[in-house]
Every structure is written in C-alpha cells, then in structure tokens.
C-alpha cells in the first residue's frame, strides 16, 4: 500500500505586518507673526537643506579662488608697504614723529616736576619780632607774637614795626578790633585825622602816607600767584578795592576851562592791619602781607568767636537803598560784623629775632 510521504512543516508562526519605513524627518520653520504675508510653515527636508548648504561653500570658495582683484589687491598692499619701509622720506618722517613724540613726553614731566616744586615766593623767612597784648571786655585774652618778613615786604614791615613800637608817634596802644569774620578779625588802626595826625606829624615823618604800600602791594601780586592771605598770616590794608573811580568835572583855571578828577571817598591810610583765622583770598584784593603768627594763634580765634553784628547785605532792601545811594545803607554797612563786646590791643612792642 502506497503510503503518502509527509513533509514536516514549520509551524506557523504569527506573522506580523511588515513595518513601514520610517518617514522623513522634517524641520519645520515657523513663520514670524509679525509677517503677514507668510501664513504656513516651510517645509524643508533634510536632503535638499544639505546639497544646499554645500552649494552655497563651493560657491563661496570660488568666488574668492576665482576673483583676480583679491589676490592683486593683497599682492600691491604688500609690495606698497616695502615700498614704503625703504622710501629715505618715510623713514625720515617716522623717525621725526618718535623724536617730537619723545620731546611732548619730556616737556610733560618738566612740567608735573615743576609744578611740585613750591613757587619761591611761598618760602619766606621772618627778620622781626613783634608782639601784641590783647583784651576782651577789660579781661586779657593773651599775648600773639608776630614774624615780619622784612626781605620780602620791606616797605610795610616798616610801617608795622614802627606802629608797634611807637617810633612813628603813634602806636597800636588802645586800638580796638573794629571787624570780626569767621576767616579773619581786623584792627581799626590809627586814625588819617585829629589826634593821630597830629603826633605823626611831631615825629618829622609822613607815616599815614601809603603810596609806596601800593606800589608793594601790587608787585608782590605779581610775582606771587594764587592766595596770599593765608591762615595765621599778617597783613595791612593798603586799598579798597569797591572804591568808585574817580568824577571827571570842569574847572575854571585862569580864565580856561580844564577837565579836574575829582575822588570819591577816601583810601585806606596804610595802619589797619588784619590777622587771618583761616584762608581769606576775600583779602587779596585789598591786603599786603607782611607776617605770619609765631605764637598765640588761639587768641586770634578766640577773638573770632566774639559776637558780631549781623551782616545783612543779602538782604534786598540794603541793595535797593544802597543802589540809590541813601546815606543810611553807608552807616549801616559801617556797623556789619562789628563785635558786641570791647578787643583792644593793650601794649605792643619789637622782641629780639631768637
């Protein structure tokens, strides 16, 4: 009997649907809301975006491969600048611009050294002594001793030491301090008229005469920049700076009529003197110095604190008043920062130079 062969198959598995190929990644490339026109993402796939990009360096390379000018213009800026670094005139002139450039640097360290170096006139040297005792309401305050720069202010030391001393028939005894400020406190000095004039005179001299204290007073300006009145110097006041100038008039001169100045208001006689609490460049204008304080330069701030008359010249109806020239804004102007209570010098004198 014929028997069938049997063919052993596999079994059968679960097939399982072949799986799609995976699909092309794509970049999508938002669009900016604030372009109106453009209403759908781009698609780009990755294939073209490459080729793309390729293309755009190839071309990019040829260009610059490719462009005759780019290596023409490189070629003549170089030959152009050995050119130059061999040019005599360009040498020269590069090493003309080092040599001033040197020079500037140099002009400019003389100019710092200099300015560190103190100007000479800033460097004086007392050649007298004097001294003044001082009282505040009868009660004594203290003794301040003074050095006179007899080489750089010869003319107003002069005049200070003989006040100091009496040899000019009068002296500094029983004169009071007429103005307090917190910079500076000054001294009344002796008086152009009366009893002053009268015992000047007997010493033969002329020693309420400053003429020659101005002509000081502005040399010593000029060679002197910057402020003189410094704290604890010495001055005497030689001018006043807001005197008006003076009226131009017509006189009658033998049978002529002549244009005559006529002064307004009356010059400083040379005898007021001020002593400087703190820096007082308000003085400049006005003062010779001739000393500084050695000794006792708390009495002098002492008298700064003394009580003053308030100084009202801020105020508008002294502008106004004065502006229209009432006598009364004079006086008044007279009595700002008068001190309340009495400072007197009460003896004065020449020490020896230790």
């Known amino acids: 009997m014929?028997?069938?062969?049997?063919?052993?198959?596999?079994?059968?598995?679960?097939?399982?649907?072949p799986t799609p190929p995976p699909p092309l990644h794509t970049q999508n490339f938002p669009t900016s809301p604030n372009l109106p026109f453009i209403n759908q993402c781009c698609t780009i796939s990755r294939r073209k975006l490459t080729v793309g990009s390729n293309?755009?360096?190839?071309?990019?390379?040829?260009?610059?491969?490719?462009?005759?000018?780019?290596?023409?213009?490189?070629?003549?800026?170089?030959?152009?600048?050995?050119e130059n670094e061999l040019d005599p005139f360009y040498n020269s002139s590069k090493a003309?611009?080092?040599?001033?450039?040197?020079?500037?640097?140099?002009?400019?360290?003389?100019?710092?050294?200099?300015?560190?170096?103190?100007?000479?006139?800033t460097?004086?040297?007392?050649?007298?002594?004097?001294?003044?005792?001082?009282?505040?309401?009868?009660?004594?305050?203290?003794?301040?001793?003074?050095?006179?720069?007899?080489?750089?202010?010869?003319?107003?030391?002069?005049?200070?030491?003989?006040?100091?001393?009496?040899?000019?028939?009068?002296?500094y005894r029983r004169k009071d301090f007429v103005k307090i400020t917190s910079n500076y406190v000054q001294n009344s000095g002796v008086r152009s008229y009366g009893v002053d004039v009268e015992l000047a005179k007997r010493?033969?001299?002329?020693?309420?005469?400053?003429?020659?204290?101005?002509?000081?007073?502005?040399?010593?300006?000029?060679?002197?920049?910057?402020?003189k009145n410094l704290a604890g110097t010495v001055g005497i006041i030689v001018r006043d700076p807001l005197k008006p100038p003076p009226k131009l008039k017509l006189v009658a001169r033998k049978g002529k009529l002549?244009?005559?100045?006529?002064?307004?208001?009356?010059?400083?006689?040379?005898?007021?003197?001020?002593?400087?609490?703190k820096d007082s460049p308000e003085l400049d204008?006005?003062?010779?110095?001739?000393?500084?304080?050695?000794?006792?330069?708390?009495?002098?701030?002492?008298?700064?604190?003394?009580k003053t008359v308030k100084d009202n010249t801020t105020s508008p109806y002294f502008r106004v008043a004065k502006l229209i020239g009432d006598k009364r804004a004079v006086v008044a102007e007279r009595g700002?920062?008068?001190?309340?209570?009495?400072?007197?010098?009460?003896?004065?004198g020449l020490l020896e130079l230790e």
């Open 2 to 17: 014929l028997r069938i062969p049997k063919f052993h198959h596999p079994p059968n598995k679960l097939q399982h649907p």
């Open 55 to 82: 293309s755009l360096l190839l071309l990019l390379f040829g260009s610059q491969i490719l462009d005759p000018f780019y290596n023409s213009s490189k070629a003549e800026a170089e030959e152009s600048l050995g």
């Open 96 to 121: 003309e611009a080092e040599e001033s450039l040197g020079e500037n640097e140099q002009e400019l360290q003389r100019s710092e050294s200099s300015n560190d170096v103190p100007p000479p006139c």
């Open 123 to 171: 460097e004086k040297s007392p050649t007298k002594r004097a001294f003044l005792d001082i009282s505040i309401d009868g009660q004594p305050a203290g003794r301040i001793i003074i050095g006179l720069y007899g080489n750089d202010a010869p003319a107003g030391v002069a005049r200070f030491s003989n006040l100091v001393s009496g040899a000019a028939g009068v002296s």
């Open 203 to 227: 010493t033969g001299g002329n020693e309420l005469a400053s003429e020659t204290l101005k002509d000081e007073w502005a040399s010593v300006n000029e060679k002197c920049p910057g402020i």
């Open 258 to 277: 002549e244009v005559d100045q006529e002064e307004v208001g009356t010059e400083p006689n040379g005898t007021e003197f001020t002593i400087s609490v």
């Open 285 to 306: 204008n006005s003062t010779l110095v001739i000393g500084t304080v050695l000794e006792g330069m708390q009495v002098a701030e002492r008298i700064a604190q003394v």
């Open 336 to 348: 700002f920062n008068r001190p309340y209570s009495k400072v007197v010098v009460t003896n004065c």
